[in-house]
């Protein structure tokens, strides 16, 4: 109940492409739902957030999608450019201390 | 405006020694939270601590693994007697808390024993 599943595993598209990464949770609880962005070597980087009083949140190039009957959401990167390659973990916490449970993380390439 | 400070950003250790790891809120940050991240998997919780306070340590092995967040100075991660299997990538993450659901990552510790 805890888990967080992420798919796909890993997503190639060519720029200008849109890349869609999807999650999906199973506890209701869950009331904040983040995305990161992580590059070699580095931490990972807040993206964009959403709670679950609303079905879609876009900040520039990224957007959130979130269906709360469905126990989904996922992230569209329009216009995508090269360097948005890097892995992208999607999460959820109960409550504003809560730990964040992550999923396990999609690899995007860009190709130009 | 300095983010989350991990230090050292990498360190070597070999089996049987101890690992401290070190990591500096964002200014304004109360609660600071470690994650552990194992090559090619995502990020896994290990402990969550308040100035002073565990508050969560429900991801943190039971033996050789202790954490603290002293009233003055950085949150230390103590890995006593390390193994093979401690090698991983370690981050800190600090939030403000008072309602706010952000946590914002350091740069990692990435840790190896030989």
């Known amino acids: 109940q805890q888990q967080v599943k992420q798919s796909p595993q890993s997503l190639i598209v060519q720029k200008g492409g849109i890349p869609i990464i999807n999650c999906a949770y199973e506890n209701t609880a869950f009331d904040y739902f983040p995305w990161y962005q992580q590059f070699p070597g580095k931490g990972p980087a807040l993206l964009i957030a959403i709670r679950p009083d609303v079905s879609e949140k876009k900040e520039g190039r990224f957007t959130i999608s979130f269906n709360k009957s469905a126990k989904q959401f996922s992230l569209h990167i329009m216009d995508s450019q090269p360097g948005d390659s890097a892995t992208y973990f999607c999460a959820a916490s109960r409550t504003p201390t809560d730990k964040l449970i992550f999923g396990t993380g999609t690899r995007l390439q860009v190709f130009p | 405006n300095a983010g989350v400070m991990q230090n050292p950003r990498h360190l070597v250790r070999r089996r049987g020694q101890e690992a401290r790891l070190r990591c500096s809120p964002m200014k304004g940050h109360s609660h600071v939270y470690w994650y552990r991240q194992l090559p090619e998997e995502g990020l896994k919780f290990m402990v969550y601590l308040q100035k002073e306070n565990i508050i969560d340590e429900s991801g943190m092995p039971k033996e050789r693994f202790s954490a603290e967040f002293p009233k003055e100075g950085p949150s230390i991660l103590r890995i006593q007697q390390v193994v093979r299997g401690d090698s991983a990538a370690y981050f800190c993450?600090?939030?403000?808390?008072?309602?706010?659901?952000?946590?914002?990552f350091g740069p990692g510790t990435r840790l190896t024993v030989t």
């Open positions: 993450a600090s939030s403000r808390g008072q309602g706010s659901y952000e946590q914002y």
